[in-house]
């Protein structure tokens, strides 16, 4: 009896915990929602083309420095939140050191890898020489389309 109340009181705790959360689809059931799919450009497995852009360090790294330096990753970060805003940059981020001198990421919502191409070439830490950069198509889950909408709810206001 002690057991039954103990693993009764155990269920109710835990479904008071979860009240709050969407209720999950059933066993076998499909949580698949065709309007999202389709506005997030997936297709039948829930997956679209993008373009991976690795950057790297670049030609003139070392001799930019100061101010100059200081202007052209201002105008780096302007321009990702520009090619957010716009839908083109689906993700980035800087890479850890390594070997290689990869420096960062960027994964671009466009068709081509020529649109990434034009779109890398247009950051000023590319332009100035800091970095260099080589473009892949990438093959992904669409879900990375809500990336930028997510990151901004975890990004607490400038002050």
Same mark, same amino acid.
């Given at each position: 009896?002690?057991? $039954? @109340?103990?693993?009764?009181?155990?269920?109710?705790?835990?479904?008071?915990?979860?009240?709050?959360?969407?209720?999950?689809?059933?066993?076998? $059931?499909?949580?698949?929602?065709?309007?999202?799919?389709?506005? @997030? !450009?997936?297709?039948? /497995? !829930?997956?679209?083309?993008?373009? @991976?852009?690795?950057?790297?360090?670049?030609?003139?790294?070392?001799?930019?420095?100061?101010?100059?330096?200081? &202007?052209?990753?201002?105008?780096?970060?302007?321009?990702?939140?520009?090619?957010?805003? &716009?839908?083109?940059?689906?993700?980035? !981020?800087?890479?850890?050191?390594?070997? /290689?001198?990869? /420096?960062?990421?960027?994964?671009?919502?466009? $068709?081509?890898?020529?649109? $990434?191409?034009? @779109?890398?070439? =247009?950051?000023?830490?590319?332009?100035?020489?800091?970095?260099?950069?080589? &473009?892949?198509?990438?093959? !992904? =889950?669409?879900?990375?389309?809500?990336?930028? =909408?997510?990151?901004? /709810?975890?990004?607490?206001?400038?002050?």
């Amino acid at each position: 009896m002690m057991r $039954a @109340l103990i693993l009764a009181l155990t269920i109710a705790a835990g479904a008071c915990a979860t009240a709050q959360e969407a209720p999950a689809p059933a066993p076998g $059931a499909s949580g698949y929602d065709p309007a999202l799919a389709q506005r @997030l !450009g997936a297709d039948e /497995r !829930g997956m679209r083309q993008y373009v @991976l852009v690795i950057l790297k360090t670049g030609p003139r790294d070392s001799e930019i420095t100061g101010d100059a330096r200081a &202007a052209a990753f201002e105008g780096h970060f302007a321009n990702m939140r520009r090619m957010a805003e &716009a839908g083109q940059l689906v993700t980035a !981020g800087p890479l850890s050191p390594n070997e /290689r001198q990869y /420096r960062g990421l960027y994964i671009f919502a466009v $068709a081509t890898v020529a649109e $990434a191409e034009a @779109l890398a070439a =247009s950051d000023p830490a590319v332009a100035a020489g800091i970095f260099a950069y080589e &473009a892949f198509p990438w093959y !992904g =889950s669409a879900a990375l389309m809500e990336t930028p =909408s997510i990151h901004e /709810r975890l990004t607490p206001p400038a002050e």
